[in-house]
């Protein structure tokens, strides 16, 4: 994946990877979701297992979580959901899960299920890097990369930590506070930015408080990758029905694509 963000780079522009959770609208349907954003620009995914306590997310991404599992998005669906996106647009995949799930199954288990769906990385919302050692060394016995979170909150000491694991890349909160579309606080994203390239090549990818084309062209100025979630699974919870879903995707992805690659 880091191929893809040099090849970006060398272009001008930064990522899109949206995410979507899998399972939403509903397992059977969920493919030709991610197929529709593919098809409309977006370069690879965040897919969100579902949970039914996300630590780190908003209402609108724990309202689609409980959907799916009602849906029968099971661990072992949502995996397969994971390798047909992979199959059906032969982008990469980052997949989205927490610390318990993880450690409820075995670390090394989760990750060789993520390679095995020809997932590319594992994001654990919930991880501090203090504890990360036995999520590293198990993504990288899988050969798939994991990703580190890092927050305008986060001070020099811990940052250098996180860059010493050498994550896929490392996962910038532009906005604190959970997912959501009406994040109050203000976007801290480019001081954090100039604080990471002077210690570090890796890759940085902005989320949490990202909505509009607006806002990711903003993000895109500082940060080789931006991700939106919550507006997106928005526009799936309202839709009435997996094609309208897929239309209304569609538009959205098209406008954010556009945003990053003129930010």
Do not use: C, W
Request: net charge negative.
């Amino acid at each position: 994946m880091r191929d893809l963000f040099a090849a970006a780079h060398d272009e001008g522009r930064a990522l899109l990877l949206p995410y979507l959770t899998a399972g939403l609208p509903d397992p059977a349907s969920s493919v030709d979701l991610f197929v529709a954003m593919a098809e409309a620009g977006a370069d690879g995914f965040e897919i969100g297992i579902p949970y039914s306590d996300p630590l780190m997310d908003g209402p609108t991404i724990h309202s689609a979580g409980l959907r799916a599992l009602n849906a029968g998005a099971t661990f072992a669906r949502s995996i397969d959901i994971v390798n047909d996106v992979v199959d059906r647009t032969g982008l990469p995949v980052l997949v989205m899960t927490y610390a318990n799930p993880v450690l409820t199954k075995g670390a090394d288990a989760y990750a060789s299920a993520v390679a095995a769906a020809g997932g590319s990385g594992l994001i654990v919302a919930d991880l501090p890097v203090d504890e990360a050692a036995r999520f590293a060394s198990a993504a990288a016995g899988a050969g798939i990369g994991l990703v580190m979170f890092v927050a305008p909150t986060t001070d020099d000491a811990r940052l250098e930590r996180v860059i010493a694991a050498d994550p896929l890349f490392i996962y910038g909160i532009a906005r604190m506070g959970v997912t959501g579309e009406e994040v109050e606080a203000e976007s801290q994203l480019e001081s954090l930015a100039h604080r990471l390239r002077q210690r570090t090549s890796i890759p940085l990818v902005a989320g949490v408080g990202i909505a509009t084309p607006a806002e990711a062209a903003a993000a895109a100025r500082h940060a080789d990758g931006v991700i939106v979630g919550s507006a997106l699974v928005r526009r799936v919870l309202e839709a009435d029905g997996p094609e309208t879903a897929a239309a209304s995707l569609r538009t959205a992805v098209a406008e954010l694509a556009a945003a990053v690659r003129v930010g």
